[in-house]
Nanobody
Framework: QVQLVESGGGLAQAGGSLRLSCVAS????????QAWYRQYPGKQRELVAG???????SYVDSVKGRFLISRDNAKNTVYLQMDSLKPEDTAVYYC?????????????????WGQGTQVTVSS
């Protein structure tokens, strides 16, 4: 079964940095788009940054110039480098991947989510 496992969350001071990683494991044939989302308490998840299989990136306006998404296809890993952190970046961050893989019974293209990692930025 496919799993996405995030790491790198934690506590940082305002102005500091954190780097999130998300490793996809399982019988994976192709990883298409990958992304990072975040969720504030009581709110819906919002897209923070995305990266296509070709390396094209996009960001929500609030993180442009501060966050950088990248991917290492050989390691099935997507990263989110977060610099100049602000208290309003405090949230649970989730990685997301659109990939073609062996599921429970069939090989198919599906969207998968990680379990989430808490990022807390103190002022």
């Amino acid at each position: 079964q496919v799993q996405l496992v995030e790491s790198g969350g934690g506590l940082a001071q305002a102005g500091g940095s954190l780097r999130l990683s998300c490793v996809a494991s399982g019988r994976i044939f192709v990883i298409y788009n990958q992304a990072w989302y975040r969720q504030y308490p009581g709110k819906q998840r919002e897209l923070v940054a995305g990266i296509t299989s070709g390396g094209n990136t996009s960001y929500v306006d609030s993180v442009k110039g501060r966050f950088l998404i990248s991917r290492d296809n050989a390691k099935n890993t997507v990263y989110l480098q977060m610099d100049s952190l602000k208290p309003e970046d405090t949230a649970v961050y989730y990685c997301n991947a659109d990939l073609f893989a062996q599921g429970a019974t069939i090989i198919s293209r599906q969207e998968y989510w990680g379990q989430g990692t808490q990022v807390t930025v103190s002022s």
